[in-house]
């Protein structure tokens, strides 16, 4: 089976381990349990099926009964944290700390790089001003940004572009873009994705009052939907957001980096509607 590193579920790591066993020896889940100190014969199956969880306390006893010691026990806890965690911020720090294990350890994973990417408006910002502002100077992109930035944050943005393969620096102060997208696990993208759609929004909020008319385009609708016409609108979103980008794709001269936002969202919770009496 795969080494523990490659994990981010620890439910999947735990039904993996006990796969191996049964196909290697005589092995049960009530012997699984019972190895972990539990006396309900299916605890473990249990766990494994996401009909119960690990509690801090109990996460130790079944890391020994998998026989893990050292960083991969340390690197089993920090599974069943983030397994467990509803808030982003612990997810985060989880994840994180998974990362740092498995690279010391030398296993590749790349979640640092997508919460990085995602946690600043600037990364995508510098990324499509570079290649427009060819030659220009750090400070030079930094006094095109309209919100605060100093030429040591655009610096030290080019720096991590070019290193995670965002951009390719071609001479002194030129840079191209790749065709490289932000990769992370399913796990830590949407938390990274959530974080800039918040950045994103609070923006937005300021540019209301920010720029004139001539220079931003802002519109909104209030309506009722249910759920079929709830997945038809997003299909649409989705099908714009594709156009407006291979519009933006056709043009040359490019001379200034735009934010596009689609938000839809509830405002009421479901209501259920009641039959009429001359319909039942």
Known sequence: MKNILKYKDYR???QDVYNERKRTSVFSWREF???AGFTSPIYMKLV????SSLSKTKMGRVAQSLG???YEREYFEQMVIFGNAKADKIKKEALLKMEKIAREHKARVIDSDAFEY???WMYPVIRELAP???GALPKEMADACHEAVSAEEVRNALSFLTKTGFLKKTSENHFVQTEKT???SMESLPIAIRAMHNKMAELAVHAVDKYSPEERHFLGVTLGVNDESYGLITEEIEKCCKKIMAIAEEHDNINQVYRLNFQLFPFTKKYKCKKEKGNE
């Open 118 to 120: 995602y946690g600043s």
């Open 33 to 35: 349990s019972a190895l």
């Open 132 to 134: 427009m502002m060819q």
């Open 182 to 184: 932000v990769i992370g």
């Open 48 to 51: 494994c099926e996401g009909k």
């Open 68 to 70: 893990l010691e050292g």
């Open 12 to 14: 999947e790591y735990m």
